[in-house]
């Protein structure tokens, strides 16, 4: 049985999430949107960002940074060490929360499904579960170390056990879109335990402006802007625009961001001779500061590859540019379809180079096209623009604590 916290009392809300807080905006914006409300105490469980755990309030959410860091790296065992670190962290806090009585609901954010367990002990004595659902890790493992080995296929099949038993746990699921949605559902997930809440802007962060983009500079600007990673490909981009250099003299591609293939990308824009045209960031850029860098930029690129995994992504820097008035190239995969059609965004076929720089190279020579498709893609904002999105999230909490 779950335990509903009782009508008019202030719901103490536990947030576990393996993630540099400061930059993530899907776990900001619901922790922020439910602090903001008298009935709601949120309290966040995180990774640590510096040397030494901090506690902080930020925007009325109680922070706590937990004594592990982020892992960023190619391994995975040392992937799943440190999650398993975390884990055993989270759980002693959680359940030291619940023992106070500081706990009503227990919202995990994955990777991994199995954050759930460290909720198991208010889980056990009737305290609302939810498992919120950013990636599945089903795809993302295999797109990042492949399954190609027996071993591999092994693991897979692990990890299939690993999603379906966090969420029987759960007495609520959320995931980021619908195709997302229909892949957990295929897996034998109770699609009656599913709310979909995409990862939209917020508005607070990203208010849409149709001026910023309207006028002309000496540079043509593309932006990649989030985690920098291979299966993101975000190389490709960088192949592109050394292609188009000698043809347009003045296109700069900003690439802002932290990630495993970073040092690569530098390496390769080095040998391809365009560090002059490919400009990195000097590390991971906080959520509030992101608009003051992409205020002055021409066309945001999502140049993901082809897999598993970013089929199912509805990638939030490409709703992010949408709502600050940006247009946005991307590659044609499942879950962006399902939302956007050619009429809203510059599609190009994935891991195609010659595709991507001849799509960029038509939206750099029609700036009424660009407009035209940054104004078409404003209608997406319309259903699930924050400001009445959040009322599915906020439907969720009123069904779990009425």
């Known amino acids: 049985m779950m335990a509903r916290p009782q009508p008019g009392k202030i719901t103490k809300v536990c947030m576990i999430a393996y993630t540099n807080y400061a930059i993530d905006a899907r776990v900001r914006r619901e922790a922020e949107t439910l602090a903001a409300l008298p009935e709601y105490r949120v309290t966040m469980l995180v990774n640590k960002l510096n040397d030494k755990p901090r506690n902080y309030v930020l925007e009325n959410v109680n922070v706590i940074e937990l004594n592990v860091p982020k892992y960023r790296g190619n391994s995975g065992i040392s992937y799943l060490l440190s999650y398993l670190h975390f884990v055993l962290l989270a759980f002693t ?16 954010h994955n990777m991994p499904n199995c954050l759930v367990l460290a909720a198991i002990i208010p889980r056990l004595f009737g305290k609302c579960l939810i498992l919120d659902i950013h990636d599945t890790l089903v795809e993302l493992y295999a797109c990042k170390f492949g399954c190609r080995s027996l071993k591999d296929r092994i693991f897979e099949g692990g990890l299939h056990i690993e999603e379906y038993l966090s969420c029987l746990i759960a007495h609520k699921v959320i995931c980021v879109n619908h195709v997302q949605r229909n892949a957990l559902t295929s897996r034998g997930v109770d699609r009656t335990k599913i709310t979909v809440i995409l990862n939209v802007p917020d508005p607070k962060i990203f208010p849409y402006n149709t001026k910023a983009h309207e006028n002309g500079s000496a540079n043509f600007n593309l932006v990649y802007f989030g985690t920098l990673a291979k299966r993101l490909g975000i190389d490709l981009a960088i192949k592109a625009v050394a292609h188009l250099a000698d043809k347009v003299p003045n296109i700069r591609f900003h690439i802002l961001g932290e990630g495993d293939q970073k040092e690569e990308l530098k390496a390769l824009s080095e040998r391809l001779g365009v560090e002059k045209e490919v400009h990195f960031s000097a590390g991971a850029i906080r959520l509030e500061e992101l608009p003051n860098y992409l205020k002055d930029m021409d066309l945001t690129i999502i140049p993901n590859r ?74 997406f904002l319309k259903p699930y623009g924050w400001d009445s999105h959040k009322f599915a999230l906020l439907g969720l909490y009123k069904s779990l604590c009425p």
């Open 93 to 108: 806090t959680c359940t030291m929360l619940f023992i106070r009585g500081s706990l009503d609901v227990v919202h995990v």
């Open 306 to 379: 082809r897999n598993s995994a970013t089929e199912l992504m509805l990638p939030v820097k490409m709703l992010e540019s949408i709502a600050m008035g940006i247009p946005v190239l991307t590659a044609r995969l499942n879950a962006i379809e399902y939302y956007f059609n050619d009429e809203m965004v510059f599609f190009f076929e994935p891991e195609n180079v010659s595709s991507l720089q001849s799509t960029i190279l038509e939206a750099i020579n029609s700036p009424s096209l660009r407009l035209q498709k940054r104004d078409n893609a404003r209608a």
